[in-house]
């Protein structure tokens, strides 16, 4: 190296390019230390990812991930994942500094991926070419051959896994290599995908693999059988949140309503006691509790992902989606809305037909996201407390059921209202990604991400939320006696009960619907915290589920016809916030609002008043 190399730290921006599911983001997390969000299933990736790594020899390398691209040619939205990411390649070309390419090609596809690799080189950026699944490769009696695929294009090429534990110093090795030679451009190649990656892969015996894939795929991907198992996977993923997570819930549960008693009878009934046992045990305490249910959820979806079971799904339902004007690629935001709607609303980018983009934002919110878990799960154990956990189980399964039909319904009124018959949608136009086993440190991370975010929100807005309700149930309303059915909560609730009590609702689930708009999770935190100042906890130590069960306030049709409110109506301000963003103005946010809360009214009156007339 130079002396005034040596002296000049480097920088250089690099691109991390590829097609969807090349396994990108496994490599920037790797690389950076980043922790994007990883998939065996394209278009995992929707935004554009920035991360910094320090180079051996001194400076930094910026490493971008982008959305994954299937060429550099066609014409694409610029609002989706694949313009973006072309936008953000033109952006760093523009800053005049150091800039590279570094392509990501899946050894298991690699004439695909060499196919882009030939648009790179035509364009003359400096470019790395890293080939990933190189295990997987060769697990299946293969290799390829760098050596030869480095003199062929006149680049760079390294074959690594994400796995490898000195993945990260390889690649910056390779891009000091590159900043150290100036950034030398790459010149344009004339040759034959195909051809190459023939020449390239050295293959002992491919057909095990491909055996193994093609007899699973014939029983997963069966016309008949294939939905049926399906429907069994995703029935088995739900009932697992009451079979195995509900008796860790109920004992913290239990664990808190004994730790609030155990504090009122140390430190006597006093202001400050009410505070720490109803404000704070009672509202955000009792959210708390359902932490057990959020993590096996995610554990299960996290294993049906990185399986690659989860694309199968896509296939599956691409038909049924298709009757109500979605697609299959509708069906990763669609499914991801099942943990939170705001990622999933940027995850619509990855929808190439502008028309099913547009179905799929408005349909999201009804998808059960798990803040909803801990209102469902209060209310089940409220009302069907002493049916068996089976029991529970199906009505949970039913619940995440009947926000997916309602998605399903919705989008077919939507689109006759809304479109020109005779209007043709895009055909699913999707890759297949190879079975493989779960990491289970990829896996478990993941459950401990959700588990964190979950702890952030509990132990920030929630807490909040729960001691402003709790001042707001100590505050009399003016010339109103001080007791909590007098106070400025009961006053607001009150002002709402008729228009909510042909629901079956009263005041203080009014108040919670009014909370529970800026997170779900208040609806349970508002009836903790209610509950637990009307209530002396030391005199009634009980489980909130029980307390409500027995309120004689309340009946089994209470609590069906809230479920039915929460399957529909958008109570969550970050979703609203996330259509806005994403469609860049109001119509959107307002349409749903609009139309799930007029929808949400009308199934929750019919559900009571059924239920009612029944018995």
């Given at each position: 190296m130079s002396a005034a190399r040596s002296q000049r730290a480097l920088s250089i921006d690099l691109a991390l390019v590829g097609r969807p599911n090349a396994g990108k983001s496994s490599l920037y997390n790797a690389i950076t230390g980043g922790d994007a969000k990883v998939g065996n299933f394209p278009g995992i990736t929707v935004d554009v990812l920035e991360a910094a790594a320090p180079l051996p020899g001194g400076g930094q390398a910026h490493f971008f991930d982008l959305p994954g691209v299937y060429s550099l040619g066609d014409d694409v939205d610029a609002d989706s994942d694949e313009g973006q990411a072309r936008a953000c390649i033109d952006r760093l070309e523009a800053r005049g500094g150091a800039f590279a390419i570094a392509q990501v090609v899946d050894a298991t596809q690699l004439v695909l991926g060499l196919r882009l690799t030939r648009e790179i080189l035509a364009r003359g950026w400096p470019t790395l070419v890293l080939i990933t699944q190189r295990d997987v490769l060769e697990k299946s009696g293969a290799r390829v051959d760098t050596a030869f695929l480095e003199r062929e294009l006149g680049v760079p090429v390294l074959a690594v896994s994400a796995r490898d534990k000195d993945v990260r110093a390889r690649v910056l090795e390779a891009v000091t290599a590159i900043a150290e030679r100036n950034f030398p451009r790459a010149a344009a190649?004339?040759?034959?995908?195909?051809?190459?990656?023939?020449?390239?892969?050295?293959?002992?015996?491919?057909?095990?693999a491909k055996e193994r894939t093609a007899r699973a795929d014939a029983v997963l991907l069966h016309p008949v059988l294939g939905p049926i198992i399906f429907v069994l996977?995703?029935?088995?993923?739900?009932?697992?949140?009451?079979?195995?997570?509900?008796?860790?819930?109920?004992?913290?549960?239990?664990?808190?309503?004994?730790?609030?008693?155990?504090?009122?009878?140390?430190?006597?009934?006093?202001?400050?006691?009410?505070?720490?046992?109803?404000?704070?045990?009672?509202?955000?305490?009792t959210v708390l509790a359902f932490l057990p249910q959020i993590v096996v959820l995610t554990l299960a979806l996290e294993i049906i992902d990185a399986s690659g079971y989860l694309a199968r799904g896509a296939f599956l339902v691409d038909r049924v989606l298709r009757l109500a004007g979605l697609g299959g690629k509708s069906f990763v935001p669609l499914l991801t809305a099942h943990a939170c709607a705001v990622p999933a609303i940027a995850s619509t980018r990855i929808v190439r037909d502008p028309k099913q983009r547009l179905r799929t934002l408005l349909v999201i919110p009804l998808m059960t996201c798990s803040a909803r878990i801990p209102t469902y799960g209060l209310l089940i154990a409220a009302f069907f407390r002493h049916r068996s956990a089976l029991f529970q189980a199906a009505i949970f399964v039913c619940l995440y059921s009947a926000g997916i039909l309602a998605g399903f319904f919705a989008s077919l009124v939507i689109g006759k209202t809304t479109e020109r018959r005779g209007a043709r949608t895009l055909p699913l136009v999707l890759e297949m990604p190879a079975y493989r086993v779960p990491q289970a440190r990829v896996v478990a991370r993941m459950?401990?991400?959700?588990?964190?975010?979950?702890?952030?929100?509990?132990?920030?807005?929630?807490?909040?939320?729960?001691?402003?309700?709790?001042?707001?149930?100590?505050?009399?309303?003016?010339?109103?006696?001080?007791?909590?059915?007098?106070?400025?909560?009961?006053?607001?609730?009150?002002?709402?009960?008729?228009?909510?009590?042909?629901?079956?609702?009263?005041?203080?689930?009014?108040?919670?619907?009014?909370?529970?708009?800026?997170?779900?999770?208040?609806?349970?935190?508002t009836l903790g915290v209610t509950y637990g100042v009307e209530q002396d906890a030391k005199d009634n130590p009980a489980p909130l589920a029980d307390r409500i069960g027995s309120d004689p306030a309340y009946s089994v049709a209470t609590g069906l016809a809230l479920m039915a409110f929460f399957v529909l109506a958008c109570q969550c301000m970050s979703t609203v916030a996330a259509l806005r963003r994403e469609t860049k103005g109001w119509k959107v946010p307002v349409f749903v609002l609009a139309y799930t809360y007029a929808a949400a009214y009308v199934a929750a009156l019919v559900v009571y008043q059924v239920a009612r007339a029944v018995g």
């Open positions: 190649r004339t040759f034959e995908p195909r051809e190459l990656a023939d020449r390239a892969t050295k293959r002992v015996s491919l057909r095990p996977v995703m029935t088995a993923l739900f009932s697992a949140v009451f079979l195995v997570a509900d008796p860790a819930s109920n004992a913290l549960d239990v664990i808190l309503g004994r730790l609030s008693s155990r504090i009122t009878g140390v430190l006597g009934a006093h202001w400050w006691t009410s505070l720490v046992c109803d404000g704070v045990l009672g509202g955000a305490g459950a401990w991400r959700s588990c964190i975010r979950f702890l952030r929100e509990v132990g920030t807005v929630i807490v909040l939320a729960s001691v402003a309700l709790w001042v707001l149930m100590k505050i009399p309303s003016p010339g109103q006696p001080n007791d909590p059915q007098h106070s400025v909560a009961a006053s607001i609730g009150h002002a709402l009960e008729p228009v909510t009590k042909p629901l079956g609702f009263d005041w203080r689930i009014d108040v919670g619907l009014i909370g529970s708009f800026g997170a779900r999770e208040l609806m349970v935190s």
